[in-house]
């Protein structure tokens, strides 16, 4: 068995690190593009399309990010499609990502004071003008808090890609400690990075409800 | 021919009649206050009139236009019935003058330099002048529903519907608002007001509205209404409220 240096431990898990970083804003960024639209459509848009949008945010809200990123890369095996990791870990968590900020932000829209419309309706503004000049400015303000906050969770739900043999942080933890069999030091080193990458962005939430509060919006 | 004249006006809430037949003429220039106990529809027939209620029977014409059931959009409403709500409801992320100039400049179409000059204009009207890049929050009560009064104002509305604009006030900013409301009547503004300030509503309306149970119980003018009421209801909500 070859020695492990710290330092080699270290630099894998950093190299690897670059993967979960990517995978979190191909996520991020994903999930929030299909997220809004989700939103408006679900706001705005016929019944039928509520109820859908409503079943898939339940559906994703309702079983395990494991088993929805299982069904993206085995499942699709099955029907034929052949997949890489890559491209199961990127639509699997970019779905779950959506459905979570579309419910987040169905909340802050619906958290504007019902004043709002009716002023704005009075005023002669019909729905897309008022969404557009009085109830989105308001929501976009109450949703950032909570949205940077759900992405140290999006963070984190990058670990369970290990499974499906995408090489992030967690899964190149797991090859090192097979071969160097130091598991206290490389779990411990793995979990300082997750922390690394979440602790700014929760402290960053955090700062922003307050300035929220500050502002004296809600 | 009256301004605005509603005719026989039914409104439920579920198994709830709130409003069992309204017939109401108004004339241009006429300020109205409508005065009772709460529940007794007073709100609901003001939120008819602008639409923010639809009614389930009746009819409601503005000079000679339909107004209820659809017949104007809210943009034509809007430039026909203002409304200042108990609760202000002024944009928070906007500006004073922003405030003021959203709906002349994307409901109207007006350009933006001249509904600058409108939005100054109102705002000098209701004595807001110095405080056009305040923020709503940066404001006392009684300063933000004068921005509302302006607010509606600038759409320039045949009729101003206020309900209960002080009851959301301290006491000592109560006063400001209603000299706004005083100046306009004297411009000859029609006013529609549901109200609680009885010492207003008998000095400055020309007539007043008594609901009782979803009906006009008994309408005239403030003096001989307050002095000599007919009905027992009224006279007991007089010796409840003064």
């Known amino acids: 068995m070859t020695d492990f240096t710290l330092w080699d431990i270290v630099r894998n898990l950093l190299l690897a690190g670059r993967w979960t970083v990517v995978l979190s804003l191909i996520a991020f960024a994903g999930g929030a593009i299909v997220g809004l639209a989700l939103t408006l459509l679900r706001m705005g848009g016929l019944k039928p399309i509520r109820w859908l949008i409503r079943l898939y945010v339940d559906l994703f ?29 990127s639509v699997a968590l970019t779905l779950f990502t959506s459905a979570f900020l579309c419910d987040i932000w169905r909340g802050c829209v619906e958290a504007v004071p019902s004043g709002q419309w009716q002023a704005s309706r009075v005023l002669g503004l019909n729905y897309l003008q008022s969404m557009r000049h009085v109830i989105l400015p308001q929501a976009l303000r109450l949703a950032v808090p909570p949205t940077v906050g759900f992405s140290v969770q999006v963070i984190k739900g990058t670990a369970l890609a290990s499974v499906i043999g995408f090489v992030e942080l967690t899964k190149a933890g797991t090859m090192l400690n097979n071969a160097a069999f130091a598991p206290f030091t490389i779990f411990a080193l793995v979990a300082f990075g997750y922390f690394i990458l979440c602790y700014p962005l929760s402290r960053y939430a955090r700062h922003l409800e307050k300035k929220l509060y500050g502002a004296g919006i809600r | 021919m009256a301004l605005v004249s509603v005719k026989d006006l039914h409104k439920s809430f579920g198994e709830l009649e709130v409003l069992k037949g309204i017939d109401l003429e108004i004339e241009a220039g006429e300020v109205v206050s409508i005065i009772g106990r709460s529940g007794s529809g007073k709100s609901t027939l003001l939120r008819c009139l602008n639409q923010l209620e639809r009614h389930d029977w009746g009819t409601i014409h503005l000079a000679d236009q339909r107004l209820d059931g659809g017949a104007m959009s809210p943009g034509e409403l809007s430039q026909n019935v203002g409304m200042v709500f108990q609760s202000f409801n002024l944009f928070p992320h906007k500006t004073v003058i922003e405030n003021v100039m959203l709906a002349p400049v994307v409901v109207k179409q007006t350009p933006k330099a001249e509904a600058r000059r409108i939005a100054e204009q109102v705002l000098d009207k209701v004595g807001m002048s110095e405080k056009v890049d305040a923020y709503p929050a940066q404001l006392s009560g009684g300063q933000q529903q004068r921005v509302a009064i302006a607010r509606a104002l600038a759409m320039n509305p045949k009729v101003l519907l206020c309900d209960e604009v002080t009851s959301a006030l301290d006491p000592e900013l109560v006063g400001e608002v209603l000299r706004v409301l005083e100046d306009l009547a004297r411009e000859g503004m029609t006013l529609i007001l549901v109200t609680h300030e009885m010492t207003f509503a008998r000095d400055v309306s020309h007539r007043v509205v008594f609901m009782h149970q979803g009906r006009i119980h008994e309408s005239g003018d403030p003096q001989t209404l307050f002095t000599q009421p007919r009905t027992p209801e009224l006279k007991q909500f007089i010796a409840s409220v003064v």
């Open chain 1, 61 to 89: 809200q309702g079983t395990p990010l494991l088993m929805q990123l299982f069904l993206a890369y085995f499942g699709a095996a099955v029907l034929g499609f052949d997949v890489s990791a890559w491209t199961a870990a």
